[in-house]
């Protein structure tokens, strides 16, 4: 009952949203081209995809999201201001159909591929479960990493009191990118592998031992060590997302198990939910205001529309997509140059003198150089890394290695090694910003993650368990 009454709300707000946004013709015959070629996938993944598979549901709502839903607002406005071949996305770059419709293809070629060599690695990759992984001296464990957390939170106490008091951005513009990806992307995140541990262990014991109580009250204080390091105050709103539902799926599994219930939790949240917040976060009243007159929050709504959420950089991944097109266009390209700066992120610029630019900033860059904008730090999309690197091949190898990497992930989240499962999960819901790009930060951030919640448990149980036998 629940899946048919979810396709039913899916396929009206669709209905409505073609109808209602005002686009060229052939430009939203490729944008329902794609939707009709996405919505299949969802199909298949809630109601005959056997495996548990988070990425392809976070995969299909970040493609509906961000490009049908989004460009297809920002198309909107940009025709509902008088078009008249003038008009420009968010980021300067201008609109043309022809263009569109070219990305538009690319889109669904990408689409295709990926979800065809999907369900060919099914099929040759076994995805059988792992032999149940025993940590020993967890609690030991815990204790190390309490003192650890404790030293952490005090060697950087002055940061951590200078992000509460001012903006995130603050602090990241006075820190350098090393820095910043080895104590906000990894260090912050190792006491979260203390969180995942402790769980594991309280649900793996049955007797109630002093043990077991201790560990309660560790679980409770990585919990507050987590929150205290990871919140709106300290980090990108957007990057909690990924941490805060994996807690959620940590303690309360059951919400959030089935391809069904991930693909509608993070339609409604992403698709629907987020755009309304913008009547509270945009608001020109405060919440208390519109508490105690609720009148303010019709005239709120008749002041912002859906294009305050969608029309603004957070929804850019479309046009700058376009502008890469344009950018792998008009000028010289080295084929795998931008691949080699996301595989090779640790590398320092003092060490590698030419280090290329993250794409971000290339087409950033491009954009200022071009179309006259005044901003570089820009997300790029998977999609747009994939034909940067190596044209429309670029797309059809990205599409193939996405693919196949999910088949890991979904072994992953089939194991009985707890770290693992985790992990996995996280990165199902990590995919939002991973996907949207660009690809050197979003690789560099889960590699840091992956190392916080797997490499170093692991290398500590190693080493306790050298010292206790020896």
């Excluded at 295709?112 to 940590?135: A, W």
């Excluded at 190390?144 to 008091?165: D, E, G, H, V």
């Excluded at 203390?194 to 262990?201: H, N, P």
């Excluded at 939910?273 to 976060?281: A, D």
């Amino acid at each position: 009952m629940g899946k048919k009454l979810f396709l039913v709300i899916y396929f009206a707000f669709f209905l409505i949203f073609f109808i209602a946004f005002e686009v060229p013709i052939l430009t939203e015959l490729s944008f329902i081209l794609n939707f009709i070629s996405l919505t299949f996938f969802m199909i298949y993944n809630i109601q005959y995809e056997k495996e548990f598979s988070p990425f392809l549901s976070v995969f299909i709502v970040f493609q509906i999201l961000f490009f049908i839903v989004a460009p297809v607002v920002q198309i909107d406005f940009i025709v509902s201001k008088g078009f008249d071949g003038s008009g420009s996305f968010i980021q300067n770059f201008p609109f043309t159909e022809e263009m569109c419709i070219r990305a538009n293809a690319y889109i669904f070629l990408f689409n295709i591929v990926f979800f065809m060599t999907y369900l060919y690695f099914k099929r040759k990759i076994r995805t059988s479960k792992d032999i149940s992984y025993n940590y020993p001296q967890i609690p030991l464990y815990l204790l190390a990493l309490a003192f650890f957390s404790i030293l952490l939170i005090l060697f950087n106490f002055k940061s951590i009191l200078f992000q509460y008091q001012n903006e995130f951005y603050k602090e990241a513009e006075q820190t350098s990118v090393s820095n910043y990806l080895i104590v906000q992307k990894f260090l912050y995140f190792i006491p979260f592998s203390a969180v995942i541990l402790a769980q594991y262990y309280l649900k793996s014991k049955k007797k109630l031992t002093v043990n077991f109580y201790v560990v309660v009250i560790l679980l409770f204080f990585f919990i507050a060590v987590i929150l205290f390091l990871k919140n709106p105050l300290t980090e990108k709103r957007n990057a909690l997302g990924p941490l805060y539902i994996t807690l959620l799926f940590l303690f309360f599994r059951k919400i959030l198990n089935t391809n069904y219930k991930v693909t509608s939790f993070m339609f409604f949240s992403m698709v629907l939910i987020f755009p309304v917040l913008t009547i509270i976060t945009h608001s020109r009243y405060t919440l208390s205001q519109m508490i105690a007159k609720p009148i303010l929050i019709s005239k709120n709504i008749e002041y912002l529309s859906v294009n305050d959420a969608f029309n603004s950089l957070h929804y850019d991944a479309y046009p700058n997509f376009l502008a890469t097109i344009d950018f792998y266009d008009k000028k010289p390209v080295v084929y795998g140059e931008q691949l080699s700066c996301s595989l090779f992120f640790f590398v320092p610029r003092s060490v590698w003198k030419d280090k290329p630019e993250t794409t971000g900033f290339k087409i950033g860059n491009y954009l200022i150089d071009k179309y006259k904008f005044n901003f570089n730090n820009l997300s790029n999309p998977y999609i747009s890394e994939a034909y940067i690197n190596f044209g429309i091949i670029g797309i059809i190898l990205f599409a193939t290695a996405l693919s196949y990497f999910f088949m890991i992930m979904i072994k992953w989240i089939q194991s009985q090694d707890y770290l693992k499962v985790v992990f996995a999960f996280y990165f199902s819901i990590y995919l939002m910003y991973f996907l949207r790009g660009d690809l050197t930060n979003g690789f560099a951030f889960i590699v840091a993650f992956w190392m916080a919640v797997i490499v170093v448990p692991k290398y500590i149980f190693a080493l306790i368990m050298y010292y206790v036998r020896k």
